[in-house]
């Protein structure tokens, strides 16, 4: 398959006003009637052939204007010579016939459980007819659709139904990726809402039968979702349906369709029992993050995929300010944060590093990436920094007036803010263009009353880019007299050279620094600072983020001394953490953040950064030696903590309640390193929730423990598939190194493990790759499985393969016996006949 470029980029030869479509759904046989109205585009003046895409599709018959005609097909298009175009408008039928039941790449129309079902993003819609499937050609959409199934469902509001058929009609243009069809024996848990103008709007959440009663908390967050879009954003809803379906086939999360979300069932089935605190919180963000594409997404689009950020940057930007409205703000931040590097700084570190708009690609699919999603957020997030709250506001306002029914870009993006403010946002573009996480050195002076910061910017090389120009960077900061007190509060430093500083005059003694307050930008800050200081902050900072953020320094700066050099667990952070961890003045969440412990990537990610070469092994034990200390540090204060937190309050899924489960489980997981898991097991008998049934099984494993509790967990939920996965994802992170590999080779081999699911794919390749240590086991067995794995699944879902590929992206971090494995490993990949580009693509970008 060719390279895609982005400077190639040319406005498609026609348009189209109108799609009717006729599906008549059988599962190898279904046949596509497609009736399309059709002009020339005047933004083009060449006079052009009709170009449609189409993959796997088997033509019967094409008309054009009524006439039978004989179009030029190859496996990848349907082809009208512009001789053989009238001048003006025409109209193109065509009827094919596809096999959903044998599509198992689940792109496209495709079967789960006796469902139809699509997804067309981003070019699946050509596996479903003859169309230009590209995002900048906008049509209106009408759908009929036959089958004995009794919901059909498809995009926009009903336009009649009958004994085996159901028509839609969608208003509103929009691109083929947001086409939805879905027809099942399903149930709904239905809700009204009626929009701040008055529209009142049915909402459904389809289920297979039996699950109805696990859809509250999804519906409550849709609601919520669509009243906080309308007080924030100004964004009303716009059709009289809005229809959420749940199916366990799904290659991503969910899917925002037009008036027709598509989930996969993890991120809507909840309740006590199943679904654990993170789950609620991920539910409630998903169904914002689908909900609010309505507006950015759907009624703004992007005109090509280059221009991916412009919808999944800002969507999950306004999905974070949501969580953050409905939470904590400061523990959503820093879960934010903790997630922006585990995913998108570990990328950008690596042989995957790409733009957050990149200039190229393969496959498309590829570039579904943390790149795109959270550093697209970030740059937003900088941008409304700099430009202020307001101006922020007035520039949405004006993006989405000027904008809307429109397929837009980047550039257009910029041009509100510059409208809006007079600012020249030239500089500030480098965001989109290029890769990388910039390092931020920063020295200070302490002169005759003078405080001076200076910052130094680096921005490394990458892949295809290998000079890089300083960019803007808001820098948040405020400064701390050594008695704790605040002197300067927070204000934001704008850097746009290479170096530069800034002065602070009128203090009385040499401040504390606290530097990239809320994380104010998406950089690597590199400064040496004494544990003490780092302690100090943790003490005092009136920043919650850099608060938790001096903590998560001091540990990872132990946690890589311990693997590097041996070094002793640092009573400083034993002390700073113990201070916080019983201070119940702070919110137990918070406190339940500060004591997770850097993940063992994590350490290997910093000790990459300093010019050295991780050893998984040591960072490893190192973490477990930290844990340890921890539990004896923190005495007989965490039984008391543990107690008063175990509390027979009624369950409820509120952000306050989570926090305390999550620092009682934090304190459980602590404790059993000190009675070999006695009151764990306990805590697992009598647990009330998934979140303490996980929790306790969690401190069990990890101190080889649980095995009668796996077996009965297993007896219980052993027919719900999304609960097993957790059942299966805690035996591979728990695993010792050496077994991990084994332990996940079991688990995916064994009979009935439905493995060409991609939930249960993720999980199992997912968790040992998550296995930091297992997966680069010296062994080679880890990287060994996985490459076995992805070619297993490769010729049935190159898309999934191709994503849980990403386990290998930082294999050039290490030494070489690991290099020369996991070389040897991405090799063998490369060599298998009838690999799919979607794989390939990743594999060669791997290898360099
Ligand atoms: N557009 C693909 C799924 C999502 O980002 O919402
Ligand atoms: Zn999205």
Not at 448 to 473: A, E, H, M, S
Not at 691 to 710: C, H, P
Request: glycine share 6%; proline share 6%; with cysteine.
């Amino acid at each position: 398959q060719k390279t895609v470029y982005l400077a190639d980029y040319l406005p498609y030869s026609h348009l189209i006003d109108k799609v009717d479509l006729t599906f008549r759904l059988h599962p190898t046989a279904t046949r596509v009637l497609a009736r399309l109205n059709i002009r020339p585009n005047p933004a083009r003046k060449d006079r052009d052939h009709l170009r449609l895409d189409g993959e796997g599709l088997k033509l019967v018959s094409c008309r054009l204007d009524g006439q039978a005609i004989t179009p030029t097909l190859d496996a990848r298009s349907l082809t009208i010579a512009a001789h053989e175009l009238p001048v003006g408008a025409f109209t193109l039928e065509t009827e094919v016939e596809i096999a959903p039941e044998g599509n198992t790449a689940l792109e496209g129309l495709y079967m789960s459980n006796g469902m139809y079902c699509t997804q067309c993003e981003a070019e699946g819609f050509r596996k479903i007819t003859y169309y230009p499937d590209r995002p900048d050609v906008m049509s209106r959409f009408k759908v009929r659709i036959e089958s004995d199934l009794p919901v059909l469902l498809s995009n926009g509001n009903p336009a009649g139904q009958g004994q085996g058929w159901a028509e839609w009609d969608d208003p509103w243009p929009k691109p083929a990726y947001l086409f939805a069809l879905v027809a099942g024996d399903l149930r709904a848990h239905s809700a009204k809402f009626v929009t701040a103008s008055g529209r009142p709007v049915d909402l459904n959440i389809w289920v297979r039968p039996g699950d109805e009663d696990r859809c509250a908390y999804a519906m409550d967050s849709l609601i919520r979702s669509m009243r906080w879009d309308e007080q924030v954003y100004g964004r009303e809803y716009d059709l009289d349906v809005f229809n959420i379906v749940a199916v366990d086939d799904f290659n991503m999360g969910a899917m925002e369709n037009k008036g027709l979300n598509i989930f996969n069932s993890r991120y809507v089935l909840a309740s006590p029992d199943t679904a654990t605190d993170d789950d609620y919180a991920r539910i409630e963000a998903i169904i914002a993050h689908e909900y609010f594409h309505n507006w950015t997404g759907n009624r703004i689009t992007c005109r090509d995929w280059f221009q991916l950020c412009l919808k999944e940057g800002l969507t999950v930007f306004r999905d974070h300010q949501f969580s953050a409205d409905m939470r904590s703000p400061a523990v959503r931040r820093i879960e934010d944060v903790v997630t922006l590097r585990s995913r998108q700084f570990r990328e950008d570190d690596g042989p995957l590093a790409h733009p957050v708009r990149p200039e190229s690609f393969v496959e498309i699919n590829n570039f579904y990436t943390a790149t795109v999603y959270e550093k697209g957020a970030e740059v937003i997030g900088m941008l409304k920094s700099l430009v202020g709250d307001q101006a922020y506001q007035r520039a949405l306002d004006l993006y989405f007036d000027r904008h809307d029914g429109e397929a837009a870009t980047i550039e257009d993006w910029l041009k509100v803010f510059e409208d809006v403010t007079g600012r020249d946002l030239s500089q500030f573009k480098l965001w989109y263009t290029e890769a990388g996480t910039p390092r931020l050195k920063v020295e200070e002076a302490w002169n005759d009353g003078i405080y001076t910061l200076t910052f130094t910017q680096k921005n490394p090389p990458t892949p295809g880019q290998p000079v890089k120009q300083p960019k803007v960077i808001p820098i948040k900061v405020g400064l701390l007299n050594p008695n704790g007190d605040e002197v300067v509060p927070t204000i934001m430093l704008e850097m746009t050279r290479a170096k530069q500083s800034f002065r602070f005059e009128g203090l009385a003694a040499k401040p504390v620094p606290s530097i990239l307050r809320g994380f104010s930008a998406p950089v690597v800050l590199e400064r040496k600072a004494p544990p003490e200081e780092r302690a100090f902050l943790l003490a005092h900072d009136t920043d919650a983020f850099n608060k938790w953020e001096a903590g998560r320094a001091l540990a990872k700066e132990v946690m890589a001394a311990m693997a590097l050099k041996g070094a002793p667990v640092s009573p400083a952070w034993l002390d700073a953490l113990a201070a916080v961890t019983f201070d119940d003045t702070l919110d137990p969440a918070f406190r339940a953040l500060c004591l997770r412990l850097p993940a063992e990537d994590d350490i290997a990610q910093t000790i990459h950064a300093m010019g050295r070469i991780p050893d998984p092994a040591r960072i490893h034990a190192a973490r477990r030696e930290m844990a340890g200390a921890l539990a004896i540090r923190l005495g007989e204060g965490l039984s008391r903590l543990y107690r008063d937190l175990d509390d027979n309050a009624p369950f409820s899924p509120s952000a306050a309640q989570a926090g305390r489960r999550a620092l009682k489980i934090a304190a459980l997981g602590l404790l059993s390193r000190r009675d070999g898991g006695r009151l764990a097991a306990s805590a697992f008998a009598r647990a009330r929730s998934m979140t303490e049934e996980v929790g306790a099984l969690s401190a069990l494993l990890e101190v080889g423990q649980g095995q009668a509790e796996l077996v009965s967990f297993a007896a219980r939920w052993g027919r719900d598939a999304n609960v097993m996965d957790k059942w299966h994802a805690l035996q591979i992170a728990h695993a010792e190194p050496a077994e991990a590999a084994a332990v996940a080779a079991r688990l995916i081999g064994a009979p009935g493990f439905d493995w060409k699911n991609p939930n249960r794919f993720r999980t199992v390749i997912g968790a040992l790759a998550a296995n930091h240590a297992g997966f680069h086991h010296r062994s080679g067995a880890g990287y060994r499985l996985v490459a076995d794995w992805l070619l297993k699944l490769d010729p049935l879902n190159p898309q999934t393969a191709a994503r849980v590929s990403t386990a290998f992206e930082t294999w050039p971090r290490y030494d070489a016996a690991r290099r020369k494995r996991a070389r040897a490993e991405l090799e063998r990949i490369l060599a298998a006949p009838d690999l799919s580009s979607d794989l390939r693509e990743m594999v060669e970008r791997m290898l360099g």
